[in-house]
């Protein structure tokens, strides 16, 4: 529940503002403050001792809605690299190692920056982490909505700093109260975004957050007397043992720094007197009549300023809350606000607030100290971002930041554009370039939008005006000038336009991207709005775009060119400074991935790419299109971000693209340079051959001498059937190209945009050319051929990332082809060299063929659901999570997908690479009988059984009608758990769950599964990957350790009539017949 403290604290701010009291403090009722003792005055000896009954807490509840941002505002950077975050654990640990003692440290928390500070200081700094009571959590009120909470601040030190963010009791949060209507009082509602209708009460919810988190009882419990209290924002105020003293020594309850006024404080709160009681008193502006503003900015009256920086007994701050009934009974702030910060047309509110500064009129014996403006460094606007990450800041070897010396002790007076620099994201669009010296600059005064960069150097006072829409860019020394820009060059071809947009419904992306019709694709702003998205998700996400490469290219379909030019467009309108695109448009997934881990130089490294294609799907004008992001581990974007990404969709209001950007020749390799007018922006465009990084990978895991060998015998053949697809190119380029095979080899190698009409899907139904030639027909069964029959067959998808395996008369399943790879991966390189496979994972559908050989070689062994992005976290675990390394590793899917980690997709030429160099390895003597595919197989039966499968596909079934078929096996589960079916019985009925054990996530309602005692498997999976309609997949599978050669359909003949009957899809999609067997 909510605690008492924070209920009353509300309850009182809400009273005082329904009584009419408007928190307005008059200036004839207060009297200016005469002179205070300076700290540089102050004679007492340090007494370390104090130390160990201190604590230091830093506020850090702020999200920086003012300056535009929705995250922590301490995970700004700051200096080289390091945000507020980093500098505040750095002082810390710098302080700890100065005193030799473990000073305590704590956070105020909100609930929208406790998680990601957290995992920061756990990341970085495990041992301030683990610290007992490091975070308070600002409290909250009754209905906060889950949503609200936010990840920043946890996630950041748990990254990061690890030990800071293991010590216990790290955290304290702030609470949250509602916003009230302006005119009403009543709560205030917001419909497109339900977290805006609340806010934290200030930061006077510092002593309601102690009280009722029971802190303040565990700390003074603990011996703890003093506790010093900054904003994260001021990293010039650290625990000093000088002005600890002087507090303990003078016996005052509570402390206050201050700084004297200067011109650029005047409009903030100044301390006084109130002539009532002659107490010292915080007037806040929000607390200043209109009439008594002169009085307010004049700094020779009023010359004192709070800087925040407060020393609290904590002993007597339990006196006062016990005497007024459990909370301090602050002075009310009213603030006038609308509901979403980031729009002035929403509702009118009022947010109640409190200063935890004006606890100074609540505390008999307090006092102020005047302190040196070093003490003093906080970021409030822009103005304030730009000049202390300019060099007229350094950092100190305490990693405090101080004025550059250079200054003089004067710190230049920054006055940007208030309109066009209130947002963060304007000034960091500003100094994209760079950002500018102002250690000789005195006063800088900008009135409209500008670009900076490294080669800006200001000098003296120095005033620019740019009367027109485009940023004009400054470089170079500018020394005591006003300039007027608005005539200047610009940016030309590189002119980002904000173009107007809206919402559109049902673009939220699966595991394998959007994929749509080709139609709803090429519709107004649908691609535009969801590649922005992607780009507002990866930027918001941390990563500069700026800086290295964004990959792009597609398996070639329908639409294909056309959105390769707006996504070039838009990424150099978000930021994109070069492009690497696969010649052609065409990059296969597999090559995507290959090409973002391998390709170089390392300052080029790829951050991203864009895959356009929908798989497997057709293509053409009425088939369907698909787009999907993948990061920069190769692999497909986390589910946080395809989150985000969608929820961008759900409310975006502008896209960004460059409309005069020239278009690429993406047919011809070679590098294009589009440079701005102005000279101050430049963008590359690399048109790269497509398959050489995927192949020059493949070339050194695979024995190509070897497989050349078994590829040159008399007795072999081999036909590779790339369905028109993108994996033309690469079979060619491995094949004829590097194995020196005739271009005969290869059927259907010339990539089409509709796939010459066809379904460039590897399977029975669909390869139909390719499985008449290896003598079968589409249920896999034998049949009549004239002419010789190839030994070796294998086919791919339209993407390049699915294979299909067969032999003479021999169809090899997906499963049985994973488990087979995995029991002779000895022979392929990639695996021997690294000491042999370390584990195996397989998707929850596939058959159990891959578990006995992993039981077998003692393999770490996964079951994950359907989705590559499960296998790539295994692979991942130890580079990008720390946790146990699982590489070498071989994954696969029953959907013809297999591959391992020398990518982070499945790999199509990978599986049939390692089939060949399986069969070459087995054929080490040309002179022999040939060792064939069917050979290999029966072999690994006779060793480790067979397990009987096949998948039924029903396509394109009603979507609604499929849920509900769904719902009821969910609904039935436990009723149908030991029920007897036929011979069966149901040892389980259950909806498959999956907890990551690397990352820790849960992935729920994968699969409707039956699991009969003896090992048998009836699953059931609704599939959204098509562009329209549903697909439901029935998979089927009888383990059989002795009898081998029965058919398949015979050997599951009675498990399949009771899936039928187990889901009744006849009556909920009128169809017992599937579309595809496999």
């Keep these: 529940g909510i605690a008492q403290s924070a209920i009353s604290a509300f309850e009182s701010t809400f009273k005082s503002l329904v009584s009419g009291n408007t928190g307005i403090i008059p200036e004839s009722t207060i009297s200016p403050v005469p002179e205070l003792v300076h700290t540089d005055t102050i004679s007492a000896k340090p007494d370390a001792a104090l130390l160990s009954e201190t604590v230091v807490l830093k506020l850090n509840g702020g999200l920086g809605t003012g300056m535009g941002l929705d995250k922590a505002k301490s995970l700004l950077e700051v200096k080289n690299g390091d945000t507020f975050l980093d500098l505040t654990a750095k002082q810390v640990v710098c302080m700890r190692e100065e005193f030799g003692q ?86 205030a509602t917001c419909a497109s975004d339900p977290s805006n209708e609340w806010c934290p009460p200030g930061h006077g919810d510092l002593y309601a957050a102690l009280v009722g988190s029971g802190r303040l009882a565990a700390l003074l419990k603990g011996g703890y007397k003093y506790m010093f209290v900054s904003n994260s924002d001021n990293l010039g105020a650290t625990l000093d043992l000088k002005i600890l003293t002087h507090f303990a020594t003078t016996n005052a309850s509570f402390m206050m720094e201050c700084c004297e006024r200067t011109e650029n404080d005047k409009k903030g709160g100044h301390l006084a007197i109130r002539n009532s009681d002659k107490h010292l008193i915080l007037r806040e502006s929000a607390m200043c009549a209109d009439e008594d503003e002169p009085a307010f900015q004049d700094i020779t009256k009023h010359r004192f300023f709070n800087t925040n920086n407060l020393w609290i007994r904590l002993d007597k701050l339990q006196e006062i809350v016990d005497k007024s009934g459990g909370f301090i009974p602050l002075p ?110 005195k006063r800088l005064t900008v009135k409209g939008k500008i670009r900076m960069g490294r080669s800006t150097r200001f000098v003296g006072d120095v005033s620019i005006t740019n009367k027109s829409d485009e940023a004009k860019y400054v470089s170079g020394k500018i020394e005591d000038a006003e300039m007027d820009v608005s005539d200047a060059v610009g940016l030309g071809a590189l002119k980002p336009t904000a173009v107007p947009t809206a919402p559109i419904d049902g673009q939220k992306p699966g595991t394998s991207g959007l994929r749509k019709k080709t139609k709803e694709f090429m519709s107004e702003n649908y691609l535009n709005n969801f590649v922005q998205a992607v780009f507002d998700a990866v930027i918001a996400g941390g990563t500069d775009v700026s800086e290295g490469t964004l990959v792009v ?90 989150q985000a990404t969608y929820a961008n969709t759900t409310s975006i209001k502008s896209y960004n693209i460059c409309a005069d950007f020239p278009e690429i020749d993406i047919n011809k390799v070679g590098s294009t340079t589009v440079v701005s007018e102005d000279t101050s922006s430049s963008v590359v465009v690399d048109v790269i051959p497509a398959t050489k990084n995927h192949i020059d990978l493949l070339k050194t895991i695979f024995d190509f001498d070897a497989i050349k060998a078994l590829l040159d015998r008399d007795d072999f053949t081999m ?104 029991a002779n991966a000895s022979c392929i390189p990639f695996f021997s060299s690294q000491g042999g496979l370390k584990a195996v994972a397989r998707s929850m559908p596939t058959s159990g063929a891959v578990d006995l050989v992993a039981k077998d070689l003692n393999l770490d062994f996964f079951e994950t659901p359907t989705g590559w992005k499960f296998f790539g976290n295994l692979m991942d675990s130890k580079v990008i999570f720390k946790g146990k390394d699982y590489t070498p590793f071989i994954c696969g899917e029953e959907s013809f997908g297999t591959g391992s980690d020398h990518v982070r997709e499945k790999d199509g030429i990978w599986a049939v690479l390692a089939w060949l160099n399986i069969l070459a390895a087995k054929n080490p003597d040309a002179s022999k009988p040939l060792v064939t595919v069917e050979d290999i197989v029966k072999q690994h039966w006779a060793k480790y059984g067979r397990n009987y499968y096949c998948r039924w596909d029903f396509e394109g079934v009603d979507k609604v009608s499929a849920t509900a078929m769904m719902d009821k096996m969910r609904a039935e589960t436990a009723k ?103």
């Design 102 to 187: 473990n000073v305590k440290f704590m956070l105020m928390n909100s609930f929208s920056t406790s998680d990601d500070t957290l995992e920061f200081f756990q990341t970085k700094y495990p041992s301030l982490a683990a610290e007992e009571g490091l975070e308070m959590l600002q409290n909250k009120v009754p209905k906060l909505d889950a949503k609200t909470l936010s990840h920043d601040t946890l996630e950041f030190f748990q990254t990061k700093y690890p030990d800071l963010a293991a010590e216990e009791g790290l955290e304290m949060l702030q609470n949250k109260v509602p916003k009230l209507d302006a005119k009403t009082y009543e709560p």
């Design 719 to 822: 036909t590779y059937d790339s369905m028109h697809g993108v994996n033309g190119p690469f079979a060619k380029a491995a094949f004829v190209d590097e194995l020196g095979q005739p271009e005969s080899v290869l059927t259907n190698h010339i990539p089409k945009d509709d796939f010459n009409g066809g379904h460039a899907d590897p399977n029975l139904t669909y390869a139909k050319e390719l499985v008449a030639t290896m003598g079968l027909d589409k249920k896999g069964n034998k049949i009549d051929v004239a002419g010789p029959i190839p030994s070796f067959g294998a086919a791919a998808d339209g993407d390049g990332d699915r294979n299909m395996i067969l032999g003479t008369q021999f169809f090899v399943t997906p499963s049985d082809s994973l488990a087979v790879i995995v």
């Design 553 to 642: 290219g597609g398996d070639g379909r329908y639409y294909n060119d056309k959105a390769i030019q707006t996504i070039i467009k838009m990424g150099v309108a978000n930021g994109v400074k070069r492009f690497w695109i696969g010649e052609g448009g065409l990059l296969s997934t597999p090559a995507v991935s290959a090409t973002i881990r391998e390709r170089g130089p390392v300052f080029q490294k790829a951050f991203g790419a864009f895959i356009l294609t929908a798989s497997h799907n057709p293509g053409g004008p009425e088939e369907d299109f698909g787009i999907k992001y993948n990061t920069q581990n190769g692999g497909p974007a986390p589910e946080y971000l395809m």
């Design 332 to 441: 009310m702030i009213m603030n006038n606000k609308t509901v979403d910060p980031k729009d002035d047309s929403s509702q009118k509110v009022v947010q109640l607030e409190t200063a935890m500064g004006a606890a100074i009129e609540c505390f008999d014996g307090a006092s102020a100290v005047i302190v040196p403006r070093t003490r003093f460094a906080p970021v409030k606007k822009c103005n304030d971002l730009l000049l202390l990450r300019s060099d007229a800041y350094i950092i100190t070897d305490d990693f405090r930041p101080v004025l550059n010396p250079a200054c003089n002790g004067v710190a230049p007076v920054i006055a940007l554009d208030s309109k066009k620099y209130k947002m963060v994201g304007a000034l960091e669009e500003a100094t994209a370039e760079g950002i500018p010296s102002l250690v000789e600059c």
């Design 976 to 1078: 149908n758990t030991g029920r007897t079916v036929g011979s069966y019985t149901i040892a389980t009925a259950d909806d498959f769950k999956y907890t990551d054990p690397v990352d820790g996530s849960v992935a729920q309602k994968q699969g409707i599964r039956f699991l009969m005692s003896d090992g048998s498997r009836i699953i059931f999976r609704l599939s959204g990957t098509a562009g329209s309609g549903a697909t439901v997949r029935m998979y089927i599978e009888q383990y059989e350790p002795k009898n081998l050669d029965m058919t398949v359909s015979s050997a599951l003949e009675e498990l399949t009539s009771i899936a039928l009957s187990l889901c009744d899809i006849k009556t909920f999609c009128g169809t017992e017949t599937p579309t595809v067997i496999t």
